[in-house]
DNA sequence: CTCATGTAGGTGACGTGTCACCTATATGAC
DNA sequence: GTCATATAGGTGACACGTCACCTACATGAG
């Protein structure tokens, strides 16, 4: 546990800016879907990934795997989306267990309000400000490192 | 609002990885110093800050500055913190609206039991992944990108 | 001194995320 | 069929973060 090697400045100030950047940046694009349509980021999350669906619908254990987040997560946060009439919950008829989140049309005019600004935010904090070979250095670092945290624990 | 320049694929997929790996990082490092020390992520910046600062105590506003916390949050924090007995809050002699928060001797031996192994992940999950290069246009990109999200919001 | 205004910090309500745990259904061994 | 086990999903408690708002003190103008 001892002897650790600290890290360097410069290691230590890239990593402080990469923390700060992403803190500012999903507190930005939060601040403007909510202000835009009334969408939280991970409102946002859920819808985009319903209208890439088929018909509109997910089974709630696919909804979790696309987005990476845990089942219970899902689960709450779909219970809050159904409430604010987002989403709407649906049992499956091939699995008695299971159960479909569908968009609903307040969630899908919701999503196309919200859709444009958040694009356009994101070109102009950071694809407007990043050469494409920037763009794909990034990728491949970003894949590289996402590999070994995936490989530590889950 | 219409006619927004969609992202390309590979933009996308960048920025899906970008947006991945940040939650991936940040809840394996918040399971590590919860597990050393039972210290959130949270916790572990406001003690770095402490421990940093001359004779353990700093001023809430301060505090909040150097964190790029809201002061509300900071506020919560430290109060749940205080009541795990990790920080101590006194009045401020000179201002008296103002206060200062001091690190506990429970809070510093809570770092000092998180630090080491937090270092560790970052440099096994991050560092060790990337040449001297890299961190080094990593922290200009980042550094770029974060003015950019700075000048457009706060 | 007195009053207007600014600043330090705190509070309550609420949305979000995690963890531990629960129920109900599915599924394969026998 | 029956039982063990796995899986889908949900729930409650609690920590965290934001927003709107509040109180108390500081400070400069007059």
Redesign the pocket.
Known sequence: MNDVPWLSDDEQRMWRQWMGLN?ELL?TL??ET?ADAG?????YQVLVVLTDSAEGRI??????AALQ?????????????E?RDLVS?RG?P????????RITETGRAAIERAAPGHVRTVRRLVFDALSADEVAQLGEIFHRLRSRVGRSTG
Chains 1, 2 share one sequence.
């Open positions: 803190a507190a939060n601040r909510q969408l939280s980021n991970a409102d089974r709630v254990s696919e909804l979790a987040w845990e089942r219970s997560r899902v689960s709450h946060h779909v219970a809050r989306m409430k919950r499956c091939d699995d008695g267990r299971g159960a479909f989140v």
